[in-house]
């Protein structure tokens, strides 16, 4: 079992940067895919970006050149870094574990999301 708790999202202006941490409890972190994805009124959840436990590195074409997603497993942690944003970018950001078990089964856990909300 992992428990996802993400933190630093508020209100920022257009063209300002946050960065978002997702912190996991449990065992196992760094074998677990850790993505981002958001969540605006009335639209689907989406995928932000995505680190794989070997490292490789998945971002949507919307943030590209924006966004950064960086993990530590020491700290069991990762990161999104989100610089010039845009009022577009305004939504529920979302953390998200992904792991296969040797038997096959895959293992989905959420956080419970941190409001980011760009505006003047």
């Known amino acids: 079992q992992v428990q996802l708790v993400e933190s630093g999202g508020g209100l920022v202006q257009p063209g300002g940067s946050l960065r978002l941490s997702c912190a996991a409890s449990g065992s196992l972190f760094s074998q677990h895919d850790m993505g981002w994805y958001r969540q605006s009124p009335g639209k689907q959840r989406d995928l932000v970006a995505v680190?794989?436990?070997?490292?490789?590195?998945v971002y949507a074409d919307s943030v590209k050149g924006r966004f950064s997603i960086s993990r530590d497993n020491a700290k069991s942690t990762v990161y999104l870094q989100m610089i010039s944003l845009k009022p577009e970018d305004t939504a529920v950001y979302y953390c998200?574990?992904?792991?296969?078990?040797?038997?096959?089964?895959?293992?989905?856990?959420w956080g419970q999301g941190t409001q980011v909300t760009v505006s003047s």
């Open positions: 998200n574990a992904k792991r296969t078990t040797i038997w096959g089964r895959q293992l989905d856990y």
């Open positions: 680190v794989s436990s070997g490292g490789n590195i």
